[in-house]
Protein backbone atom coordinates (compact mmCIF):
# COMPACT_ATOMS: atom_id res chain seq x y z
CA UNK A 1 0.00 0.00 0.00
CA UNK A 2 1.44 3.28 -1.15
CA UNK A 3 1.57 6.06 1.84
CA UNK A 4 2.11 9.44 2.13
CA UNK A 5 5.01 10.87 4.52
CA UNK A 6 4.20 14.39 5.78
CA UNK A 7 7.12 15.18 7.56
CA UNK A 8 8.60 15.73 4.26
CA UNK A 9 9.16 17.57 1.24
CA UNK A 10 11.53 17.11 -1.97
CA UNK A 11 12.19 20.66 -3.61
CA UNK A 12 14.50 21.89 -6.60
CA UNK A 13 14.91 25.36 -7.18
CA UNK A 14 15.35 25.72 -10.91
CA UNK A 15 15.81 29.23 -12.73
CA UNK A 16 17.43 31.40 -15.55
CA UNK A 17 21.16 31.71 -14.44
CA UNK A 18 21.78 34.96 -11.99
CA UNK A 19 17.83 35.47 -11.13
CA UNK A 20 18.83 34.67 -7.20
CA UNK A 21 18.81 30.55 -6.65
CA UNK A 22 21.35 30.52 -4.34
CA UNK A 23 21.09 33.33 -2.76
CA UNK A 24 17.32 32.48 -1.97
CA UNK A 25 18.74 28.63 -0.56
CA UNK A 26 21.21 30.88 1.78
CA UNK A 27 18.46 33.18 3.40
CA UNK A 28 16.25 29.74 3.72
CA UNK A 29 19.32 28.09 5.53
CA UNK A 30 19.64 31.09 7.95
CA UNK A 31 15.76 31.84 8.58
CA UNK A 32 15.56 27.81 9.64
CA UNK A 33 18.43 27.99 11.92
CA UNK A 34 20.86 25.92 10.31
CA UNK A 35 23.72 28.36 11.32
CA UNK A 36 24.33 29.87 14.87
CA UNK A 37 23.35 33.38 15.56
CA UNK A 38 27.12 34.15 16.06
CA UNK A 39 28.08 32.36 12.80
CA UNK A 40 29.76 33.84 10.25
CA UNK A 41 28.62 32.89 6.63
CA UNK A 42 29.74 34.43 3.35
CA UNK A 43 27.28 34.97 0.73
CA UNK A 44 26.33 32.15 -1.69
CA UNK A 45 27.15 29.69 0.51
CA UNK A 46 26.22 27.17 -1.71
CA UNK A 47 28.42 27.97 -4.19
CA UNK A 48 31.13 25.85 -2.89
CA UNK A 49 34.05 26.32 -5.33
CA UNK A 50 36.19 28.81 -6.33
CA UNK A 51 35.35 29.00 -9.74
CA UNK A 52 31.62 29.00 -9.13
CA UNK A 53 32.35 31.73 -6.32
CA UNK A 54 33.97 33.96 -8.94
CA UNK A 55 31.50 33.92 -11.69
CA UNK A 56 28.68 33.71 -9.62
CA UNK A 57 27.52 31.09 -11.24
CA UNK A 58 26.12 27.37 -10.12
CA UNK A 59 27.93 24.64 -11.53
CA UNK A 60 26.89 21.04 -9.76
CA UNK A 61 23.60 20.87 -8.09
CA UNK A 62 23.97 21.11 -4.31
CA UNK A 63 21.84 19.24 -1.78
CA UNK A 64 20.72 20.47 1.58
CA UNK A 65 17.82 20.53 4.02
CA UNK A 66 16.05 22.70 6.22
CA UNK A 67 13.61 22.40 9.15
CA UNK A 68 10.45 24.38 9.43
CA UNK A 69 8.41 23.81 11.54
CA UNK A 70 8.20 19.66 12.15
CA UNK A 71 8.64 19.08 8.46
CA UNK A 72 11.72 18.58 6.70
CA UNK A 73 12.39 20.38 3.35
CA UNK A 74 14.98 18.49 1.07
CA UNK A 75 16.63 21.47 -0.96
CA UNK A 76 18.09 21.13 -4.22
CA UNK A 77 19.83 24.12 -5.73
CA UNK A 78 20.21 23.68 -9.56
CA UNK A 79 22.41 25.57 -11.86
CA UNK A 80 20.77 28.02 -14.41
CA UNK A 81 23.65 27.75 -17.34
CA UNK A 82 22.89 25.72 -20.52
CA UNK A 83 26.20 23.99 -20.44
CA UNK A 84 24.87 22.56 -17.07
CA UNK A 85 21.78 21.48 -18.25
CA UNK A 86 22.42 18.03 -17.32
CA UNK A 87 22.38 18.68 -13.86
CA UNK A 88 19.11 20.02 -14.20
CA UNK A 89 17.30 17.00 -16.01
CA UNK A 90 19.04 14.24 -13.24
CA UNK A 91 17.83 16.29 -10.03
CA UNK A 92 13.79 17.07 -11.08
CA UNK A 93 13.66 12.66 -11.07
CA UNK A 94 14.25 13.09 -7.26
CA UNK A 95 12.06 15.92 -6.17
CA UNK A 96 8.89 16.14 -6.06
CA UNK A 97 8.05 19.94 -6.88
CA UNK A 98 9.87 23.01 -7.85
CA UNK A 99 10.46 26.97 -6.88
CA UNK A 100 10.58 28.55 -10.51
CA UNK A 101 12.83 31.45 -9.58
CA UNK A 102 12.24 34.32 -11.85
CA UNK A 103 13.57 38.08 -11.38
CA UNK A 104 11.27 40.80 -11.12
CA UNK A 105 12.90 42.97 -13.91
CA UNK A 106 14.32 40.59 -16.53
CA UNK A 107 10.97 38.36 -16.50
CA UNK A 108 11.25 35.12 -19.11
CA UNK A 109 14.62 34.35 -20.18
CA UNK A 110 15.61 31.60 -22.08
CA UNK A 111 16.84 28.78 -19.24
CA UNK A 112 13.56 29.73 -17.28
CA UNK A 113 11.61 27.64 -20.49
CA UNK A 114 14.50 25.21 -20.57
CA UNK A 115 13.99 24.20 -17.11
CA UNK A 116 10.12 24.82 -17.01
CA UNK A 117 10.12 22.42 -19.69
CA UNK A 118 11.23 20.18 -17.94
CA UNK A 119 9.66 20.24 -14.52
CA UNK A 120 6.40 20.06 -16.64
CA UNK A 121 7.35 17.13 -18.64
CA UNK A 122 8.31 15.49 -15.61
CA UNK A 123 4.00 16.65 -14.56
CA UNK A 124 6.17 18.13 -11.10
CA UNK A 125 3.97 20.89 -9.39
CA UNK A 126 5.35 24.65 -9.37
CA UNK A 127 5.41 27.30 -7.26
CA UNK A 128 6.22 30.50 -8.81
CA UNK A 129 8.21 32.58 -7.13
CA UNK A 130 9.31 36.85 -8.95
CA UNK A 131 12.72 37.50 -6.87
CA UNK A 132 14.47 40.79 -6.85
CA UNK A 133 10.99 42.81 -6.28
CA UNK A 134 13.28 45.04 -4.50
CA UNK A 135 14.56 46.36 -7.63
CA UNK A 136 13.85 49.97 -8.65
CA UNK A 137 13.35 48.98 -11.93
CA UNK A 138 11.31 45.87 -11.12
CA UNK A 139 7.88 44.77 -12.82
CA UNK A 140 6.22 42.21 -10.69
CA UNK A 141 2.89 42.14 -12.01
CA UNK A 142 3.97 41.80 -16.10
CA UNK A 143 6.40 39.17 -15.24
CA UNK A 144 3.82 37.67 -13.51
CA UNK A 145 1.98 37.72 -17.25
CA UNK A 146 5.39 36.57 -19.04
CA UNK A 147 5.42 33.29 -16.19
CA UNK A 148 1.90 32.21 -17.16
CA UNK A 149 2.17 33.06 -21.28
CA UNK A 150 5.47 30.55 -20.99
CA UNK A 151 2.94 27.96 -19.06
CA UNK A 152 0.70 28.13 -22.00
CA UNK A 153 3.46 27.88 -24.58
CA UNK A 154 4.52 24.91 -22.88
CA UNK A 155 1.30 22.74 -22.67
CA UNK A 156 0.69 23.09 -19.23
CA UNK A 157 -2.32 21.31 -17.75
CA UNK A 158 -5.04 23.74 -15.74
CA UNK A 159 -3.86 22.60 -12.38
CA UNK A 160 -0.16 23.68 -13.32
CA UNK A 161 -1.62 27.35 -14.92
CA UNK A 162 -2.94 27.32 -10.85
CA UNK A 163 0.29 27.46 -9.76
CA UNK A 164 0.78 29.75 -6.63
CA UNK A 165 2.87 33.12 -7.09
CA UNK A 166 5.08 33.87 -4.21
CA UNK A 167 7.22 37.85 -4.03
CA UNK A 168 10.71 37.39 -2.88
CA UNK A 169 13.84 39.22 -2.21
CA UNK A 170 16.07 36.65 -1.55
CA UNK A 171 18.74 39.32 -0.69
CA UNK A 172 16.57 41.36 1.47
CA UNK A 173 15.46 37.64 3.23
CA UNK A 174 12.03 38.27 2.86
CA UNK A 175 8.91 36.66 0.76
CA UNK A 176 5.23 37.82 0.30
CA UNK A 177 1.88 36.20 -0.91
CA UNK A 178 0.65 39.37 -1.88
CA UNK A 179 2.26 42.95 -2.95
CA UNK A 180 0.78 44.70 -0.19
CA UNK A 181 1.66 42.28 2.41
CA UNK A 182 4.07 43.56 5.34
CA UNK A 183 7.76 42.38 4.16
CA UNK A 184 9.00 40.39 7.12
CA UNK A 185 10.79 37.09 6.89
CA UNK A 186 10.95 34.13 4.18
CA UNK A 187 7.76 32.37 6.15
CA UNK A 188 5.12 33.20 3.57
CA UNK A 189 7.79 30.67 1.24
CA UNK A 190 7.85 28.20 3.60
CA UNK A 191 3.85 27.67 3.89
CA UNK A 192 3.65 28.17 0.23
CA UNK A 193 6.30 25.29 -0.36
CA UNK A 194 4.59 22.82 2.25
CA UNK A 195 1.04 23.63 1.21
CA UNK A 196 1.16 23.45 -2.49
CA UNK A 197 4.36 20.82 -3.27
CA UNK A 198 3.04 17.17 -2.36
CA UNK A 199 4.39 14.98 0.43
CA UNK A 200 6.55 12.04 -1.00
CA UNK A 201 4.57 8.83 -1.54
CA UNK A 202 5.86 5.23 -1.40
CA UNK A 203 4.93 1.75 -0.57
CA UNK A 204 6.93 1.32 2.91
CA UNK A 205 6.70 -2.50 2.90
CA UNK A 206 7.74 -3.10 -0.76
CA UNK A 207 11.36 -3.93 -1.75
CA UNK A 208 13.65 -1.14 -1.33
CA UNK A 209 14.52 1.30 -4.62
CA UNK A 210 16.76 4.17 -4.85
CA UNK A 211 17.44 6.13 -8.25
CA UNK A 212 20.72 7.48 -8.02
CA UNK A 213 20.41 11.00 -9.35
CA UNK A 214 23.79 12.69 -8.85
CA UNK A 215 26.85 11.27 -8.21
CA UNK A 216 30.09 13.19 -5.90
CA UNK A 217 33.45 12.20 -5.36
CA UNK A 218 35.30 11.95 -2.66
CA UNK A 219 39.17 10.81 -2.54
CA UNK A 220 38.73 9.01 0.44
CA UNK A 221 35.49 7.28 0.23
CA UNK A 222 34.88 7.50 -3.90
CA UNK A 223 32.03 7.44 -5.61
CA UNK A 224 29.41 8.80 -3.33
CA UNK A 225 25.73 8.30 -4.81
CA UNK A 226 22.95 10.35 -4.23
CA UNK A 227 19.23 10.45 -4.65
CA UNK A 228 15.57 9.50 -2.98
CA UNK A 229 14.93 6.65 -1.92
CA UNK A 230 10.66 5.55 -3.79
CA UNK A 231 10.04 2.58 -1.92
CA UNK A 232 10.80 0.56 0.96
CA UNK A 233 13.68 0.78 3.35
CA UNK A 234 17.35 1.11 3.34
CA UNK A 235 19.42 -0.16 5.87
CA UNK A 236 23.03 0.37 7.08
CA UNK A 237 25.23 -2.69 6.32
CA UNK A 238 22.55 -4.50 4.68
CA UNK A 239 22.96 -6.83 0.68
CA UNK A 240 21.40 -4.67 -2.12
CA UNK A 241 21.59 -5.06 -5.97
CA UNK A 242 22.54 -2.91 -8.39
CA UNK A 243 20.24 -2.42 -11.95
CA UNK A 244 19.81 0.19 -14.70
CA UNK A 245 17.21 1.06 -16.74
CA UNK A 246 18.57 1.17 -20.05
CA UNK A 247 21.38 -1.47 -19.45
CA UNK A 248 19.24 -4.98 -18.70
CA UNK A 249 22.47 -6.94 -18.31
CA UNK A 250 23.51 -4.53 -15.19
CA UNK A 251 22.88 -7.08 -11.82
CA UNK A 252 25.66 -6.21 -9.70
CA UNK A 253 25.85 -7.18 -5.82
CA UNK A 254 26.71 -4.98 -3.39
CA UNK A 255 26.51 -3.87 0.21
CA UNK A 256 25.29 -0.79 1.76
CA UNK A 257 28.64 0.43 3.81
CA UNK A 258 27.72 3.95 4.56
CA UNK A 259 24.51 5.71 4.71
CA UNK A 260 23.83 9.34 4.93
CA UNK A 261 21.11 12.04 5.21
CA UNK A 262 21.68 15.91 4.71
CA UNK A 263 20.82 18.11 8.06
CA UNK A 264 21.60 22.08 6.87
CA UNK A 265 24.97 21.66 4.80
CA UNK A 266 26.36 18.69 6.91
CA UNK A 267 25.97 14.94 5.64
CA UNK A 268 24.85 13.10 8.87
CA UNK A 269 25.21 9.10 9.27
CA UNK A 270 22.61 7.11 9.98
CA UNK A 271 21.56 3.42 10.09
CA UNK A 272 18.51 3.57 8.65
CA UNK A 273 16.33 6.00 5.47
CA UNK A 274 12.81 5.03 4.28
CA UNK A 275 10.86 6.13 1.41
CA UNK A 276 10.71 9.77 0.81
CA UNK A 277 14.18 10.83 2.31
CA UNK A 278 16.96 11.78 -0.09
CA UNK A 279 20.24 9.81 0.77
CA UNK A 280 23.54 9.48 -0.12
CA UNK A 281 25.31 6.21 -0.01
CA UNK A 282 29.02 5.12 -0.58
CA UNK A 283 31.21 1.92 -0.65
CA UNK A 284 30.07 0.98 -4.08
CA UNK A 285 32.87 1.35 -6.54
CA UNK A 286 30.99 1.22 -9.72
CA UNK A 287 28.08 3.30 -9.44
CA UNK A 288 26.75 5.87 -12.52
CA UNK A 289 23.80 8.12 -12.59
CA UNK A 290 20.76 6.35 -13.68
CA UNK A 291 21.57 3.16 -11.73
CA UNK A 292 18.47 1.76 -9.01
CA UNK A 293 19.77 0.49 -5.68
CA UNK A 294 17.15 -2.43 -5.11
CA UNK A 295 17.11 -4.91 -2.03
CA UNK A 296 17.71 -8.09 -3.52
CA UNK A 297 14.41 -9.86 -3.19
CA UNK A 298 13.23 -7.84 -6.33
CA UNK A 299 15.42 -5.89 -7.79
CA UNK A 300 13.50 -3.74 -10.56
CA UNK A 301 15.03 -0.69 -12.22
CA UNK A 302 13.38 2.87 -12.58
CA UNK A 303 12.93 4.40 -15.80
CA UNK A 304 15.09 7.26 -16.06
CA UNK A 305 15.80 9.57 -19.24
CA UNK A 306 19.27 9.38 -21.20
CA UNK A 307 21.64 12.49 -20.07
CA UNK A 308 21.84 15.00 -23.38
CA UNK A 309 24.31 14.55 -25.70
CA UNK A 310 27.55 17.03 -25.98
CA UNK A 311 27.30 19.01 -28.85
CA UNK A 312 31.11 20.05 -29.05
CA UNK A 313 34.38 18.78 -28.74
CA UNK A 314 38.18 20.12 -28.66
CA UNK A 315 41.72 18.00 -28.10
CA UNK A 316 44.09 18.00 -24.37
CA UNK A 317 47.36 16.83 -25.33
CA UNK A 318 50.47 17.17 -23.46
CA UNK A 319 52.57 20.72 -24.31
CA UNK A 320 55.33 20.10 -26.48
CA UNK A 321 55.87 24.07 -26.50
CA UNK A 322 59.81 25.03 -26.02
CA UNK A 323 58.64 26.52 -22.53
CA UNK A 324 56.97 22.68 -21.77
CA UNK A 325 57.21 21.51 -17.87
CA UNK A 326 58.48 24.22 -16.61
CA UNK A 327 55.68 26.26 -15.27
CA UNK A 328 53.40 23.32 -14.32
CA UNK A 329 53.11 20.11 -12.14
CA UNK A 330 51.55 17.88 -13.64
CA UNK A 331 52.46 17.54 -17.69
CA UNK A 332 52.42 14.23 -18.54
CA UNK A 333 49.63 12.47 -20.74
CA UNK A 334 49.45 9.87 -17.84
CA UNK A 335 48.73 12.94 -15.50
CA UNK A 336 46.48 14.57 -18.01
CA UNK A 337 44.52 11.02 -18.60
CA UNK A 338 44.04 10.29 -15.30
CA UNK A 339 42.47 13.66 -14.43
CA UNK A 340 40.27 13.66 -17.31
CA UNK A 341 39.02 10.52 -16.54
CA UNK A 342 38.46 11.60 -12.88
CA UNK A 343 36.11 14.28 -13.70
CA UNK A 344 33.80 11.66 -15.10
CA UNK A 345 33.25 10.48 -11.69
CA UNK A 346 31.27 13.67 -11.00
CA UNK A 347 30.26 15.51 -14.15
CA UNK A 348 27.71 13.01 -16.86
CA UNK A 349 27.78 15.39 -19.72
CA UNK A 350 31.59 15.28 -20.33
CA UNK A 351 32.53 12.73 -22.51
CA UNK A 352 36.71 11.81 -22.74
CA UNK A 353 37.65 9.33 -25.62
CA UNK A 354 41.79 8.40 -25.96
CA UNK A 355 42.58 9.15 -30.10
CA UNK A 356 45.42 7.63 -31.95
CA UNK A 357 47.72 9.34 -30.20
CA UNK A 358 48.61 8.82 -26.57
CA UNK A 359 49.13 12.30 -25.98
CA UNK A 360 45.84 13.65 -27.23
CA UNK A 361 42.32 13.16 -25.93
CA UNK A 362 38.88 13.79 -27.56
CA UNK A 363 37.02 16.05 -24.59
CA UNK A 364 32.88 16.63 -25.66
CA UNK A 365 30.90 18.86 -23.66
CA UNK A 366 27.73 21.07 -23.38
CA UNK A 367 29.32 24.04 -24.59
CA UNK A 368 32.23 26.51 -24.14
CA UNK A 369 31.51 27.57 -21.35
CA UNK A 370 31.20 23.99 -19.52
CA UNK A 371 35.13 23.21 -21.18
CA UNK A 372 36.26 26.68 -20.28
CA UNK A 373 35.24 25.39 -16.52
CA UNK A 374 37.38 22.13 -16.75
CA UNK A 375 40.19 23.86 -18.10
CA UNK A 376 40.29 26.71 -15.43
CA UNK A 377 40.07 24.15 -12.64
CA UNK A 378 42.87 21.53 -14.32
CA UNK A 379 45.02 24.78 -14.65
CA UNK A 380 44.38 25.95 -10.96
CA UNK A 381 45.17 22.35 -9.54
CA UNK A 382 48.60 22.86 -11.20
CA UNK A 383 48.25 20.57 -14.38
CA UNK A 384 50.21 22.04 -17.55
CA UNK A 385 48.90 21.31 -21.08
CA UNK A 386 47.57 22.40 -24.60
CA UNK A 387 44.29 22.78 -26.10
CA UNK A 388 42.86 23.59 -29.68
CA UNK A 389 40.17 25.35 -31.07
CA UNK A 390 36.60 24.03 -30.23
CA UNK A 391 34.45 22.12 -32.64
CA UNK A 392 31.01 20.89 -32.88
CA UNK A 393 30.03 17.40 -33.36
CA UNK A 394 28.22 16.34 -36.12
CA UNK A 395 25.55 13.47 -36.90
CA UNK A 396 24.31 11.90 -39.52
CA UNK A 397 20.89 11.06 -40.28
CA UNK A 398 18.69 7.93 -41.74
CA UNK A 399 19.49 9.89 -45.20
CA UNK A 400 22.91 9.85 -44.51
CA UNK A 401 22.86 13.47 -44.66
CA UNK A 402 25.10 15.64 -42.35
CA UNK A 403 23.47 17.53 -39.25
CA UNK A 404 24.98 19.61 -36.96
CA UNK A 405 23.58 21.12 -33.37
CA UNK A 406 21.73 24.13 -33.66
CA UNK A 407 21.04 26.71 -30.97
CA UNK A 408 18.19 29.38 -29.92
CA UNK A 409 19.98 32.32 -29.50
CA UNK A 410 18.78 35.21 -26.95
CA UNK A 411 19.98 38.55 -27.21
CA UNK A 412 19.23 41.86 -25.36
CA UNK A 413 21.05 44.97 -26.60
CA UNK A 414 20.78 48.52 -26.33
CA UNK A 415 18.64 50.06 -29.41
CA UNK A 416 21.49 51.33 -31.22
CA UNK A 417 23.61 48.28 -31.53
CA UNK A 418 20.86 46.01 -32.66
CA UNK A 419 21.83 46.67 -36.80
CA UNK A 420 25.30 45.41 -35.70
CA UNK A 421 24.29 42.35 -34.34
CA UNK A 422 21.39 41.08 -36.86
CA UNK A 423 24.58 41.70 -39.43
CA UNK A 424 27.48 39.44 -37.64
CA UNK A 425 24.91 36.86 -36.88
CA UNK A 426 23.21 36.96 -40.12
CA UNK A 427 26.79 36.60 -41.96
CA UNK A 428 27.11 33.11 -39.24
CA UNK A 429 23.97 31.61 -40.87
CA UNK A 430 21.92 32.94 -37.91
CA UNK A 431 18.52 33.63 -38.75
CA UNK A 432 16.39 36.38 -36.83
CA UNK A 433 13.19 34.39 -35.37
CA UNK A 434 11.83 37.33 -33.90
CA UNK A 435 12.69 41.16 -32.44
CA UNK A 436 10.74 42.49 -29.63
CA UNK A 437 11.00 46.13 -27.41
CA UNK A 438 11.83 45.34 -23.78
CA UNK A 439 11.96 48.03 -21.46
CA UNK A 440 15.01 50.61 -20.56
CA UNK A 441 15.91 51.23 -24.37
CA UNK A 442 16.49 47.72 -24.67
CA UNK A 443 15.37 44.96 -28.19
CA UNK A 444 15.42 41.73 -27.26
CA UNK A 445 16.18 39.31 -30.12
CA UNK A 446 15.82 36.07 -30.89
CA UNK A 447 17.85 33.69 -33.30
CA UNK A 448 18.19 30.18 -34.72
CA UNK A 449 21.78 29.53 -35.48
CA UNK A 450 24.43 26.54 -35.68
CA UNK A 451 26.43 26.00 -32.84
CA UNK A 452 29.84 26.46 -34.91
CA UNK A 453 28.42 29.94 -35.90
CA UNK A 454 28.24 30.99 -32.02
CA UNK A 455 32.15 30.06 -31.66
CA UNK A 456 33.98 32.87 -31.30
CA UNK A 457 31.11 35.28 -31.25
CA UNK A 458 31.25 36.41 -27.49
CA UNK A 459 34.16 38.26 -27.75
CA UNK A 460 32.90 40.11 -30.79
CA UNK A 461 29.36 40.63 -29.15
CA UNK A 462 30.96 42.40 -26.13
CA UNK A 463 33.29 44.46 -28.01
CA UNK A 464 30.20 45.38 -30.62
CA UNK A 465 27.86 46.27 -28.04
CA UNK A 466 30.10 47.88 -25.90
CA UNK A 467 30.08 45.35 -22.71
CA UNK A 468 25.94 46.33 -22.70
CA UNK A 469 25.12 42.81 -24.37
CA UNK A 470 23.70 40.13 -22.94
CA UNK A 471 23.35 36.79 -24.93
CA UNK A 472 22.19 33.47 -23.54
CA UNK A 473 21.89 30.33 -25.95
CA UNK A 474 20.17 26.89 -25.20
CA UNK A 475 20.51 23.69 -27.80
CA UNK A 476 17.57 23.06 -29.75
CA UNK A 477 17.89 20.02 -32.25
CA UNK A 478 20.24 18.58 -34.52
CA UNK A 479 19.11 19.72 -38.80
CA UNK A 480 20.88 19.44 -41.88
CA UNK A 481 24.51 21.05 -42.17
CA UNK A 482 23.78 24.88 -42.90
CA UNK A 483 26.91 25.34 -45.24
CA UNK A 484 30.47 26.95 -44.75
CA UNK A 485 30.81 30.12 -42.68
CA UNK A 486 32.74 32.49 -43.62
CA UNK A 487 35.13 33.55 -40.18
CA UNK A 488 36.19 36.87 -41.77
CA UNK A 489 38.90 37.38 -38.84
CA UNK A 490 42.16 39.00 -38.66
CA UNK A 491 45.84 37.01 -38.84
CA UNK A 492 47.95 36.45 -35.77
CA UNK A 493 51.19 38.89 -35.27
CA UNK A 494 53.64 35.75 -34.67
CA UNK A 495 57.59 35.34 -32.67
CA UNK A 496 60.21 34.87 -35.52
CA UNK A 497 62.92 33.74 -32.96
CA UNK A 498 63.03 32.38 -29.51
CA UNK A 499 64.19 34.89 -26.65
CA UNK A 500 62.81 37.64 -24.79
CA UNK A 501 60.12 40.94 -25.94
CA UNK A 502 61.83 44.10 -25.90
CA UNK A 503 60.89 47.74 -26.39
CA UNK A 504 62.07 48.09 -29.40
CA UNK A 505 61.30 44.89 -31.42
CA UNK A 506 57.89 45.70 -29.76
CA UNK A 507 57.37 49.25 -31.06
CA UNK A 508 58.19 48.43 -34.06
CA UNK A 509 55.51 45.54 -33.73
CA UNK A 510 52.25 47.45 -32.55
CA UNK A 511 52.08 48.97 -35.79
CA UNK A 512 50.90 45.42 -37.75
CA UNK A 513 48.38 44.94 -35.53
CA UNK A 514 46.90 44.52 -31.48
CA UNK A 515 50.09 42.98 -29.31
CA UNK A 516 48.92 40.59 -26.54
CA UNK A 517 52.43 40.45 -24.63
CA UNK A 518 54.76 43.40 -23.26
CA UNK A 519 57.88 43.82 -22.62
CA UNK A 520 60.05 41.61 -20.74
CA UNK A 521 58.20 38.21 -21.82
CA UNK A 522 59.93 35.21 -22.86
CA UNK A 523 58.58 34.08 -26.31
CA UNK A 524 59.67 31.32 -28.49
CA UNK A 525 59.42 30.67 -32.42
CA UNK A 526 56.15 29.89 -33.43
CA UNK A 527 54.34 31.72 -30.88
CA UNK A 528 51.32 34.17 -31.05
CA UNK A 529 51.79 37.66 -29.85
CA UNK A 530 49.43 39.46 -30.78
CA UNK A 531 46.58 40.30 -33.68
CA UNK A 532 47.27 41.45 -36.76
CA UNK A 533 45.66 44.03 -38.68
CA UNK A 534 45.37 41.96 -41.95
CA UNK A 535 43.65 38.85 -43.15
CA UNK A 536 46.72 37.31 -43.31
CA UNK A 537 49.52 35.96 -41.03
CA UNK A 538 52.86 37.81 -40.50
CA UNK A 539 55.86 37.05 -38.81
CA UNK A 540 57.57 39.24 -37.02
CA UNK A 541 61.02 39.98 -34.12
CA UNK A 542 59.67 41.32 -31.32
CA UNK A 543 63.03 40.45 -29.61
CA UNK A 544 65.20 42.63 -32.24
CA UNK A 545 67.30 44.78 -30.06
CA UNK A 546 68.79 48.56 -31.51
CA UNK A 547 71.77 48.16 -32.87
CA UNK A 548 74.42 50.87 -30.55
CA UNK A 549 76.81 53.35 -31.90
CA UNK A 550 78.48 56.38 -31.21
CA UNK A 551 75.26 58.48 -32.58
CA UNK A 552 72.72 55.94 -31.15
CA UNK A 553 72.17 55.05 -27.63
CA UNK A 554 69.94 52.69 -26.04
CA UNK A 555 69.16 55.70 -23.82
CA UNK A 556 66.74 57.14 -26.60
CA UNK A 557 64.68 53.62 -26.24
CA UNK A 558 63.05 55.37 -23.29
CA UNK A 559 61.17 58.39 -25.76
CA UNK A 560 59.00 54.87 -27.36
CA UNK A 561 55.93 54.63 -26.25
CA UNK A 562 53.64 51.47 -26.09
CA UNK A 563 50.61 50.33 -26.13
CA UNK A 564 48.95 48.56 -23.64
CA UNK A 565 48.99 44.97 -24.79
CA UNK A 566 45.55 44.04 -25.09
CA UNK A 567 45.86 40.58 -22.09
CA UNK A 568 43.21 37.61 -23.59
CA UNK A 569 41.59 36.12 -20.95
CA UNK A 570 40.68 32.00 -20.78
CA UNK A 571 37.37 32.37 -22.69
CA UNK A 572 38.86 35.19 -24.80
CA UNK A 573 41.96 33.01 -25.76
CA UNK A 574 39.51 29.90 -27.01
CA UNK A 575 37.57 32.24 -29.24
CA UNK A 576 40.72 33.70 -30.81
CA UNK A 577 42.65 30.36 -31.74
CA UNK A 578 42.32 29.07 -35.04
CA UNK A 579 42.01 25.23 -36.79
CA UNK A 580 45.75 25.73 -36.80
CA UNK A 581 46.65 26.82 -33.59
CA UNK A 582 46.76 26.29 -29.70
CA UNK A 583 46.27 27.30 -26.45
CA UNK A 584 49.02 26.55 -24.16
CA UNK A 585 47.85 26.54 -20.59
CA UNK A 586 49.97 26.45 -17.50
CA UNK A 587 49.25 27.43 -14.12
CA UNK A 588 50.92 31.02 -14.56
CA UNK A 589 50.55 31.81 -18.06
CA UNK A 590 47.96 31.61 -21.37
CA UNK A 591 50.12 31.39 -24.50
CA UNK A 592 48.39 30.98 -27.83
CA UNK A 593 51.14 29.41 -30.52
CA UNK A 594 51.15 27.58 -33.95
CA UNK A 595 50.30 24.18 -34.29
CA UNK A 596 53.62 23.43 -35.94
CA UNK A 597 56.29 25.96 -34.89
CA UNK A 598 58.69 25.73 -37.68
CA UNK A 599 57.94 28.17 -40.16
CA UNK A 600 58.93 26.25 -43.47
CA UNK A 601 56.94 23.08 -42.19
CA UNK A 602 53.84 25.48 -41.25
CA UNK A 603 53.86 26.75 -44.97
CA UNK A 604 54.81 23.25 -46.36
CA UNK A 605 51.64 22.38 -44.44
CA UNK A 606 49.54 25.17 -45.65
CA UNK A 607 50.59 24.56 -49.40
CA UNK A 608 49.15 21.15 -48.83
CA UNK A 609 46.27 21.76 -46.99
CA UNK A 610 45.28 24.55 -50.21
CA UNK A 611 45.92 21.93 -52.55
CA UNK A 612 43.70 19.12 -51.08
CA UNK A 613 41.39 21.51 -50.95
CA UNK A 614 41.18 22.63 -54.36
CA UNK A 615 41.52 18.53 -55.04
CA UNK A 616 38.13 17.99 -53.59
CA UNK A 617 36.45 20.98 -54.98
CA UNK A 618 37.30 19.09 -58.57
Given amino acids: MKEKREDIRNVAIIAHVDHGKTTLVDNLLRQSGVFRDNEEVKERVMDSGDIERERGITILSKNTAVWYRDTKINIVDTPGHADFGGEVERVLKMVDGCVLVVDAFEGVMPQTKFVLMKALALDLPIVCCINKIDRPEARPKEVIDEVLELFMDLDATDDQLESPFVFASARDGYAIKELTDEKKDMAPLFDTIIEHIPAPEGDPDAPAQMLISTIDYNEYVGRIGIGKISNG ?4 NSDAVVVNHHDKDKLE ?4 TKLYQFDGLKRVDVDTASFGDIVALSGIADLHVGDTICGPEDPKAIPFQKISEPTIAMNFMVNDSPFAGTEGKWVTSRHIRDRLFKELNTDVSLRVEETDSADCFKVSGRGELHLSVLIETMRREGYEFAVSKAEVLYHTDENGKKTEPIEIAYIDVPDEFTGVVIQKLGMRKGELLSMNPITGGYTRLEFRIPSRGLIGYRGDFLTDTKG ?3 INTIFDSYEPYKGDIAYRRQGSLIAFEEGESVTYGLFSAQDRGTLFIGPGEKVYSGMIVGESGKAEDIELNVCKKKHLTNTRTSSSDEALVLTPPKRLSLEQAL ?30 DMINNQRAREAQGQ
Fill in 575 to 604: DFIENDELLEVTPESLRIRKRILDPRLRKR
Fill in 253 to 256: KVRI
Fill in 468 to 470: NGI
Fill in 233 to 236: TLKL
